[in-house]
C-alpha cells in the first residue's frame, strides 16, 4: 500500500457509510485470553453474560456478521472453557493460544506468528466490549477500505474517558498515537476521545508492527495500541472514526460495568421489539435475552424477565412478575405472576396467578391453570382446567376436564415416576389423590378425598375414601362446660325434638358429589 499523507477522518461511522459493500476480511480476531481480574470471578471475564449470552458469544455473533474468511479466538486464562465457548458460537473457530498474558499487542503477536501474514484486512476486536453492533463494524470495514489504511480505530468522545486508551490526534486533527491512561500525561487524559478497542489493520502491515512493539511502558506489556505510532513512524496512512453510536463501544472490566453493559443491551433489544409493535410498560423492570422473540402486540408487564428461546405470540400478555425460559406463549394467552421453563402455553389459555410451569408442560388452546399450582411433564387438553392448589406431574389430561382444587398427581413411589391418564369431560373432585399409574376414563368423575389408586372406566363415579360417622353427643360428653359444648346444646334447643333416626345419615348427593369447587 502506498504512503498518503494522513486525514483526518472525523466523520461520525453511520450506516449510510455501510450501505456499499465493504471487502471481505481475511479474518476477524476475537482477543479473549485476560483473566480479567477485577471481575473478581471464578469464572473467565468473556465468560460472563449478559441478556443470555456471554460476552465472548456476543463479539462472536458481530464479528461472524462480516463473513470473514477466517474467525481467530486467542485463548489463555481458562482456556478450555473460552475455547469451547468460542466453538459453540463459531464452529469451525480458529483456536490461538497466548502461553504468557503479555499484552494486546503481543495477543495479535501470537497470531501471526501462528497463522502466518494475512493479505488483506484484518478486524480485531476484544472479547469484553459485548455491546459492539455488527453494522459498526461493517462500517469500519468500509471506512479502512475506502481510505486505504494501514489501520483504521473505532474511536468514541464519551463523558467519562477514565480507563481507556485515548486518541491522541496531530495539530490537523489526524490520528497519531494511541496513550493507555497509566501512561498518559494530565493533558492526555483530559482528551475524552476513547479508543474502542476495535480496529481494521491491513493484515500484512500489521504481522510487520507488532513485532515491533515494545514492553517499555507502565504496565510492561506489549500494547496493541503502539501498532498506531509505528505505522504512521513508517509513513503509513492511519485513520480514527468515531462510532455513530458511543454506548457501543463500553468495555467490561468489573461488575458495575458488566451491569451497565447488560441494561444497555436489554434496553436496545427492547427498543427494536417496541418498535416492532410489542408493548413493554416498563422497559426498567423488564428483561430479555438475545434470542427472545415475540409478535406484534404482545403486551409485556413489569417485573418479567425473559430467557432463553422464549417466544410470545401475538395478543398475549405477559406478566407482571414472571420469569418464563426457553417457553412458547402463543397469541392471546395470558401468564400472570408465573414461572416457567420449557413449557408450551396454547393459544388464549391462561395462566396464573402463582403458577409454576416446569419441563414438559403443555398446556391446551383456552385451558387453564390458575393460582398454586406446578405442573411437570404434562399436558392439559383445550379447555381443561386446573384452578387451584393441584401438583400435577407425569399426566395427561384430555379436554375439557376439571381437576378439582387440592389434586395431587401422586407420580412417585419413591423409586420411580409413574404417569396418569385422565380422559375428556372429566371431573376431579377436589382433594384427590391419583396413585400413578392410573387412569381415569372419559366422562368419568371421582369423588371429593378420594385415594384414586385404580383405574375409573369411562362415566363411573370413583369413591376411594371412608364413610363418614358422626357420635351425636360426643362434644358434651367429652368437653363439659366448654363453649363448644355450650354452642351446641343451644343449637339442639333451638332446633326443638328431632325425630328419631340414623345417627349418620349421609345425602346421597354428598356421598356423590365430586365436590368441585365453582370456578
Ligand atoms: C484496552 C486498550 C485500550 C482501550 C480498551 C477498550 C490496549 C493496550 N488497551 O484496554 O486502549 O481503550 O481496551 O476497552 O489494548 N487480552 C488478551 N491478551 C492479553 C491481554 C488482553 O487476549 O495479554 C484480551 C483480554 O482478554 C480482553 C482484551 O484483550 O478481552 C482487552 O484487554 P484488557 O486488559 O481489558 O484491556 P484494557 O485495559 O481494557
Ligand atoms: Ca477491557
Redesign the pocket.
Known amino acids: 500500500m502506498p504512503p498518503k499523507a494522513p486525514e483526518p477522518q472525523m466523520s461520525a461511522l453511520t450506516e449510510e457509510t455501510c450501505r456499499v459493500s465493504e471487502p471481505r476480511p481475511v479474518a476477524v480476531m476475537v482477543?479473549?485470553?485476560?483473566e480479567?481480574t477485577r471481575m473478581k470471578s471464578r469464572i473467565p471475564?468473556?465468560l460472563h453474560s449478559l441478556c443470555g449470552r456471554s460476552m465472548l458469544g456476543h463479539a462472536l455473533a458481530a464479528a461472524r456478521e462480516l463473513d470473514p474468511q477466517r474467525m481467530v479466538v486467542?485463548v489463555?486464562h481458562d482456556r478450555d472453557q473460552v475455547s469451547a465457548e468460542a466453538e459453540r458460537h463459531a464452529p469451525g473457530v480458529c483456536v490461538v493460544v497466548?502461553e504468557t498474558?503479555?499484552?494486546?499487542?503481543?495477543?495479535v503477536r501470537m497470531v501471526t506468528e501462528a497463522l502466518g501474514v494475512m493479505h488483506g484486512t484484518v478486524v480485531v476486536t476484544?472479547?469484553?466490549?459485548p455491546l459492539l453492533r455488527a453494522r459498526t463494524l461493517r462500517a469500519l470495514v468500509q471506512e479502512h477500505g475506502a481510505a486505504g489504511n494501514a489501520v483504521t480505530v473505532l474511536t468514541a468522545r464519551v463523558g467519562d474517558p477514565s480507563?481507556?486508551?485515548r486518541i491522541v490526534r496531530d495539530s490537523r486533527g489526524s490520528l497519531a498515537e494511541?496513550v493507555?491512561e497509566a501512561d498518559a500525561t494530565p493533558r492526555q487524559r483530559a482528551i475524552d476521545e476513547?479508543?474502542?478497542?476495535c480496529y481494521a489493520f491491513d493484515g500484512a502491515l500489521l504481522a510487520d508492527a507488532v513485532k515491533r512493539v515494545a514492553a517499555g511502558n507502565a504496565q510492561g506489556?506489549e500494547?496493541?495500541?503502539d501498532v498506531v505510532a509505528i505505522m504512521r513512524g513508517d509513513g503509513h496512512p492511519v485513520g480514527a472514526v468515531p462510532a455513530a453510536d458511543p454506548a457501543e463501544?463500553q468495555?467490561v472490566?468489573d461488575r458495575v460495568q458488566l451491569a451497565q453493559a447488560h441494561r444497555a443491551c436489554n434496553r436496545r433489544l427492547l427498543e427494536d421489539w417496541m418498535r416492532a409493535g410489542v408493548t413493554i410498560m416498563d422497559p426498567a423492570a423488564t428483561w430479555i435475552d438475545v434470542d427472545v422473540t415475540m409478535a406484534p402486540d404482545a403486551e409485556i408487564l413489569p417485573g418479567t424477565h425473559l430467557e432463553g428461546h422464549t417466544t410470545i405470540g401475538s395478543g398475549a400478555r405477559v406478566g407482571p412478575g414472571c420469569l418464563l425460559r426457553d417457553t412458547t406463549v402463543a397469541q392471546d394467552a395470558t401468564v400472570l405472576y408465573a414461572v416457567c421453563e420449557s413449557a408450551d402455553i396454547g393459544p388464549g389459555a391462561s395462566v396464573g396467578p402463582f403458577a409454576r410451569l416446569r419441563p414438559g408442560t403443555r398446556i391446551g388452546p383456552g385451558a387453564h391453570v390458575g393460582t398454586f399450582v406446578e405442573l411437570k411433564n404434562a399436558s392439559v387438553g383445550d379447555g381443561s382446567k386446573v384452578p387451584h392448589l393441584s401438583y400435577v406431574g407425569d399426566a395427561d389430561i384430555g379436554e375439557h376436564s376439571n381437576i378439582g382444587a387440592a389434586t395431587v398427581f401422586v407420580n412417585y413411589d419413591g423409586a420411580a415416576k409413574h404417569h396418569t391418564t385422565v380422559g375428556d369431560h372429566v371431573r376431579i373432585g377436589s382433594d384427590t389423590m391419583l396413585v400413578a399409574p392410573v387412569s381415569v376414563g372419559d366422562g368419568a368423575f371421582t369423588a371429593a378425598g378420594s385415594v384414586i389408586t385404580e383405574d375409573v372406566p369411562p362415566g363411573a363415579l370413583g369413591v376411594a375414601r371412608g364413610r363418614q360417622h358422626n357420635s351425636e353427643g360426643w362434644v358434651e360428653r367429652r368437653h363439659p362446660g366448654s363453649p363448644s359444648a355450650a354452642a351446641a346444646a343451644r343449637a339442639r334447643q333451638a332446633a326443638g325434638p328431632q325425630p328419631a333416626g340414623p345417627a349418620s345419615a349421609e345425602s346421597p348427593a354428598h356421598a356423590e358429589g365430586e365436590g368441585t369447587p365453582g370456578t
Not at 482477543?31 to 485476560?34: I, K, N, P, S, Y
Not at 498474558?101 to 495477543?107: I, K, R
Not at 476513547?194 to 478497542?197: A, D, K, M, T
Open positions: 482477543l479473549a485470553a485476560g480479567g471475564k468473556v486467542v489463555g497466548q498474558l503479555a499484552g494486546t499487542g503481543h495477543a476484544y472479547g469484553d466490549m480507563g481507556y486508551g494511541i493507555e476513547i479508543n474502542s478497542g506489556q500494547y496493541l495500541t463501544i468495555g472490566n
